[in-house]
């Protein structure tokens, strides 16, 4: 299968940028608190754009992300702070690649590549400008533009469509589980790029192909 590629589509947040290491930033605000808010704040955010895509009430992902932290600070019985939590969600527009990602992506220029996130643009673009990534992409899509988180069918639909190409010919990579099972139900080839050596989810939709990194990627060079 792999032979028929014609395009490979890269989520952003956990895959090719370091969501974890926004516990510096939590920690120099918060100390004592680093570890806590960063990872509570993840999962809120993914629970929140779930929860928003279930209940068909839609709001930007930088729109989440700002309550996950609201959130996420009351719950560890944090004062309100809005000064910190806009230098937090700003930090987020400046979070760091993983140490293989630019490298890898070079090596692959001369394929097709795209980004494909549940991120809105004003959070993807200056994202992806601050990393100087930019020139690498053909494209940048986000579900902002259908209004449909991803795992949903329509999410992927819309990707599809903006590539112009057949659903088994785009390899879609992300380190989130519930995504590679969304893609790999929609009809994608998919990598998943297993950074934590995590189980495969038991969903029935298991990956085409495993990486721990995107080093794997390189087999297609």
Not at 55 to 75: C, D, F, H, P, W
């Amino acid at each position: 299968m792999g032979s028929q590629i014609k395009a490979f589509v890269f989520d952003v947040y956990g895959t090719l940028f370091d969501v974890t290491a926004i516990k510096k930033e939590c920690e120099e605000l918060y100390p004592g608190y680093g570890e806590k808010i960063s990872q509570s704040w993840r999962a809120k955010q993914v629970e929140y754009f779930l929860l928003r895509q279930l209940m068909g009430n839609y709001a930007t992902l930088q729109s989440i992300t700002r309550q996950a932290l609201k959130y996420v600070l009351k719950e560890q019985g944090l004062e309100p702070d809005e000064k910190n939590e806009q230098q937090l969600l700003e930090a987020y527009l400046r979070l760091p690649l993983y140490p293989e990602v630019a490298d890898v992506l070079s090596q692959l220029k001369d394929k097709k590549l795209v980004v494909f996130s549940n991120g809105s643009h004003d959070m993807l673009d200056p994202l992806i400008e601050h990393a100087e990534l930019q020139t690498l992409f053909a494209e940048v899509l986000s579900i902002d533009d259908v209004k449909q988180f991803k795992p949903a069918p329509t999410s992927y639909e819309y990707a599809l469509e903006k590539l112009g190409i057949e659903s088994h010919e785009v390899l879609f990579m992300s380190s989130n589980g519930w995504d590679v099972s969304g893609a790999k139900n929609f009809g994608f080839q998919t990598a998943w790029i297993n950074r934590k050596n995590l189980p495969v989810e038991e969903l029935d939709l298991p990956p085409d192909y495993i990486f721990k990194d995107l080093n794997g990627l390189l087999k297609w060079q």
